[in-house]
């Protein structure tokens, strides 16, 4: 049984019988006295992606949800109509599952064939992915930096990696050059080198 002190980024409970992970938790200890300390909360439905926030008092308990982590590999995706599915099997019954571009929201554009992840299972069906904290793209696309660009301040450039994904990466960053994307963020960790 967790508390309302043990939330933190990452941390999955269950809220009216429903699974959710933590985004973020602002503390609110209040002046006055005899008054509770209150816990603002940011949740993420793990099954629907969707962002609801929440206030918690101090002392509220909960409990966490029943989700296993397994050890997944990404194979593929293939367009629907309805949207793209991706294709995962499990390294360790090398069963095959899909999920839906709703239920990746955006970690689907991390996706690299062969990648290495964990699978959330939800009541013994896979809901979703839980990515590496990083992970080693390729540069195949920059946009030329400016004359003068470091002048004023302006020290990045718009990059595009391997599957498609768009960010901002420093001038010295070149095409072919292997760097590390933060999951979190999606944003340009460091360069690696070619």
């Known amino acids: 049984m ?7 980024k990452g941390r999955r409970i269950e809220v009216e019988g429903q699974p959710f992970a933590v985004e973020s938790v602002a503390v ?3 002046s006055a ?4 300390t209150l816990y603002k909360v940011r949740l993420r439905h793990v099954l629907t992606r969707q962002i609801s926030d929440r206030v918690f008092k101090a002392g509220d308990k909960f409990v966490e ?7 997944a590999q990404y194979l593929y995706s293939a367009p629907e109509a309805d949207g793209p599915r991706y294709y995962f099997m499990d390294t360790e019954t090398f069963e095959q599952f899909e999920l839906t571009e709703v239920e990746l929201g955006d970690d689907g554009r991390l996706l690299l064939e062969n990648l290495e992840l964990k699978a959330i299972e939800y009541n013994g069906q896979m809901v979703g992915v839980e990515l590496p904290a990083y992970i080693e793209m390729t540069i195949t696309e920059v946009e030329p930096g ?5 002048a ?6 718009r990059a595009v990696t391997q599957n498609g994904l768009e960010l901002q990466v420093p001038l010295f960053v070149k095409v072919g050059d292997r760097v590390r994307v933060d999951t979190a963020t ?9």
């Not at 949800?65 to 050890?71: G, H, I, N, W």
């Open 2 to 8: 967790l508390s309302s002190d043990d939330l933190k």
């Open 28 to 30: 609110q200890s209040t």
């Open 33 to 36: 006295r005899g008054a509770q």
């Open 65 to 71: 949800p029943d989700l296993r982590k397994r050890a």
């Open 146 to 150: 400016a004359r003068g660009d470091t």
């Open 152 to 157: 004023s301040g302006s020290v990045t450039t």
């Open 186 to 194: 999606q944003a340009f960790k460091d360069r690696l080198g070619r």
